[in-house]
């Protein structure tokens, strides 16, 4: 178990720096289509990585941003700054996230806050867009 932790640590280091990254060009251009897939990405590995050692906490937020970042996909952009600082905060948590389980201690549950606020955003964002998630056209309120 101890070389998979370690393995995850790595890689999931790796991928939050990368998180990091994308998000500081999304601050620069909101419709940068290489950061938004590279989020998404990001987050969905660390969400598979995360849920085959356990680390349920992990799993759950990365697994929130990475359907976060499937809405962003689909309008093309981040909508706004607070969209971009509610990135940010997912970011951060996920990295004190790894760092605890870095520190080999126990993980609390995910922040209910901040998966519903980034619950909250998606939601939004496939009201606003008859394209949603899924393939399916989502009705939109008249």
């Given at each position: 178990m101890a070389k998979y932790r370690r393995i995850f640590l790595e890689e999931a280091t790796d991928h939050l720096a990368e998180i990091s990254?994308?998000?500081?060009?999304?601050?620069?251009?909101?419709?940068n289509v290489e950061a938004i897939d590279t989020i998404f990405r990001m987050a969905h590995s660390i969400k598979s990585m995360a849920a085959s050692l356990g680390y349920d906490p992990v799993s759950e937020l990365s697994h929130r941003l990475e359907d976060r970042m499937e809405g962003v996909r689909t309008s093309g952009r981040v909508r706004d700054p607070e969209e971009l600082s509610l990135l940010f905060r997912g970011l951060e948590t996920l990295e004190t996230m790894v760092q605890t389980v870095a520190n080999d201690d126990p993980l609390a549950p995910a922040d209910e806050g901040l998966l519903a606020e980034l619950a909250e955003a998606g939601d939004a964002l496939a009201a606003a867009s008859p394209e949603a998630v899924g393939g399916e056209p989502k009705k939109v309120p008249s």
């Open positions: 990254r994308a998000l500081l060009e999304l601050e620069k251009e909101m419709g």
